[in-house]
């Protein structure tokens, strides 16, 4: 098992330009989630999806979309990227509460490094 | 306004000693209380988790001390190792309402 992929890794974008970052998971998870931290800031939730084709704004969605239109995949765009997008962003998924009987736990990925010129 | 109080920001502890981080959070609904470890240029991973119903929950050195009454959490890290130099955060999580908040993180140092 892979767990939680994202990519890329890193990216360099200009203000203005637009970029969508991908998650994939392999453990049949129904909840997916999208964080950006930022120092002194840890994680804030932007978007997250309770399951395929269905998704709802976290925190700080501002300026950001998202898709899941396959349940293993998660979408994270950018339409007109801004220099405050600067920032590491985690895909995490966990189990929904109908898929176990105790509240489970968010698995990681390893981060995508934005900067936006 | 955040939702979950972290501190401290940063930690130097010596090898052998305890480290200890606290949280607090506002908000009765939530209902489970994990800690995360990450190490750089890498994504969080679960350390240790606690449910409100239970006032301390023990995994090797790993301790969670829950205090519902007064609305705080703490971990204990027994016998401190520079392996556990990393940045830890608390998290808070209300599943029925898909409320999740994190600390801000502390960056815990182990000198050897």
């Known amino acids: 098992n892979a767990g939680v992929t994202q990519t890329p890794k890193f990216r360099v974008l200009k203000t203005g330009q637009s970029m969508t970052l991908l998650c994939a998971q392999d453990?049949?998870?129904?909840?997916m989630y999208w964080y950006r931290q930022d120092p002194g800031m840890g994680l804030r939730l932007i978007h997250y999806?309770?399951?395929?084709?269905?998704?709802a704004k976290g925190e700080v969605p501002d300026g950001y979309n998202v898709s899941r239109l396959k349940k293993q995949n998660f979408l994270l765009g950018l339409e007109s990227a801004a220099p405050s997008q600067t920032s590491v962003y985690f895909c995490?998924?966990?189990?929904?509460?109908?898929?176990?009987?105790?509240?489970?736990?968010?698995?990681f990925g390893p981060g995508t490094r934005l900067t936006v010129l | 306004q955040q939702q979950v109080k972290q501190s401290p920001q940063s930690l130097i502890v010596q090898k052998g000693g305890i480290s200890i981080i606290n949280c607090a959070y506002e908000n009765t609904a939530f209902d489970y209380f994990p800690w995360y470890q990450q190490f750089p240029g890498k994504g969080p991973a679960l350390l240790i988790a606690?449910?409100?119903?239970?006032s301390e929950k023990k995994e090797g050195r790993f301790t969670i001390s829950f205090n519902k009454s007064a609305k705080q959490f703490s971990l204990h890290i027994m016998d401190s190792q520079p392996g556990d130099s990393a940045t830890y955060f608390c998290a808070a999580i209300e599943f029925t309402g898909n409320q999740f908040y994190f600390g801000t993180g502390t960056s815990l140092t182990v000198i050897p």
């Open positions: 999806s309770v399951g395929e084709g269905t998704t």
């Open positions: 606690i449910r409100p119903d239970v």
């Open positions: 995490a998924s966990s189990y929904s509460r109908s898929q176990r009987r105790v509240p489970d736990t968010q698995y």
């Open positions: 453990m049949n998870h129904e909840y």
